[in-house]
């Protein structure tokens, strides 16, 4: 059984996508927190069922979606490392360099 562990980034950005919802749709902000902890919460005994990121196919890390998220994570060793939230309809490729500052 494996050991989920959410990162400082990953929690940050999954609280700000939850807030920004909440402007809203408070009751649909908890749901989508409460369906992404229970859509990992998986990983503790299937740690290879999230699929390759199709814009990351030579990396390491892996991912769930749970509308509208993308979940990245990582494997190492028996931990399975939560490491970045991302809403669906952001690019990932973009995102990143935006955020390299490149």
């Known amino acids: 059984m ?25 009751g649909a902000a908890r749901k989508l927190v409460g369906n992404v902890f229970r859509s990992v919460s ?30 990245f994570y990582r494997l190492d060793g028996s931990s399975v490392f939560i490491v970045f939230v991302l809403r669906s309809e952001r690019d990932l490729r973009n995102y990143l360099i935006d955020r390299l500052d490149l």
């Open 2 to 26: 494996a050991e989920v562990i959410w990162t400082e980034p990953a929690l940050e950005e999954l609280n700000a996508i939850a807030e920004y919802i909440a402007i809203d749709n408070e």
């Open 42 to 71: 998986r990983l503790e005994t299937h740690p290879e069922s999230g699929r390759v990121p199709p814009e990351l196919l030579e990396s390491r890390y892996r991912e769930v979606i749970i509308g509208p998220c993308r979940v």
